[in-house]
């Protein structure tokens, strides 16, 4: 099985990121014509996932050390937008004052956080899969950062199911519970396999995925695509 990630994972990471390009154009354009909100959070989530792509790409052509800077801002930006998935919690439940306020703020809360994990994360060059990429420096970052990075990848799904499980009920609309599920699943499937160099790797699918259902959701909330 590592032998397997280690022949697809500098091609598939490009794909990834190809894909993700993808998307983001395509929320782009879907906000300008809806002025959907729920739409353009999408697209700002889907930002820091397809820049952590790409800056993950370009390790197949460009030694790591050498990517220090952008990397720092790879980190800083997924700790920045990932937070968002509570705005979408609140987006889809159409929540309304002084509730959405209340989940906004704490979106602005763990923004402030995922901002100061990013910028205090110490980075260290690896080689996995034919990619050198910068990667946390565990023995170095502060374990406060480390745990905040542990609740920013975890406790953003699990909110994430639990209100997709609601407006599956509710809705009829089962795509933002599944969005959720596939980022859990591929997640914790790295592990499971013992493939800890290519956890990052593997939960790449799960980000794709959680996008692409996400809009899914929003086609069907919305009773439109474009």
């Known amino acids: 099985m ?3 990630f280690e022949t697809i994972c500098a091609p598939t990471v490009w794909v990834i990121a190809v894909l993700e390009l993808a ?3 395509f929320s782009i354009i879907r906000f300008v014509k ?3 909100l729920l739409t353009l959070v999408i697209a700002l989530i889907t930002v820091g996932l ?3 792509a790409f800056i993950i790409g370009l390790g197949a052509f460009v030694v790591a050390s050498k990517m220090h800077a952008i990397s720092q801002i790879r980190f800083i930006s997924h700790g920045v937008l990932i937070p968002l998935l509570f705005a979408v919690c609140s987006l889809s439940l159409d929540l309304k004052k002084p509730w959405k306020y209340i989940v906004y703020g704490i979106t602005l809360v763990f923004m402030g956080l995922g901002l100061a994990e990013g910028i205090a994360t110490v980075l260290e060059p690896v080689m996995a899969g034919g990619l050198s990429r910068m990667a946390s420096a565990k023995e170095l970052t502060p374990a406060w950062a480390s745990a905040i990075s542990r609740v920013l990848s975890f406790g953003t ?3 994430l199911i639990g209100v997709g499980i609601f407006v599956w009920i509710k809705q009829k609309n089962p795509f933002l519970c599944l969005s959720g599920l596939f980022m859990l699943f591929f997640s914790a499937i790295g592990p499971a396999l013992g493939a800890k160099d290519y956890i990052f790797f593997i939960s790449m699918f799960g980000e794709i995925l959680m996008i692409a259902f996400m809009l899914l959701y929003t086609f ?4 439109r695509i474009l």
């Open 2 to 4: 590592i032998k397997f």
């Open 23 to 25: 998307m983001l154009a």
């Open 34 to 36: 809806t002025k959907s």
């Open 50 to 52: 397809f820049y952590d």
């Open 157 to 159: 799904v699990f909110p």
């Open 220 to 223: 069907k909330k919305e009773k």
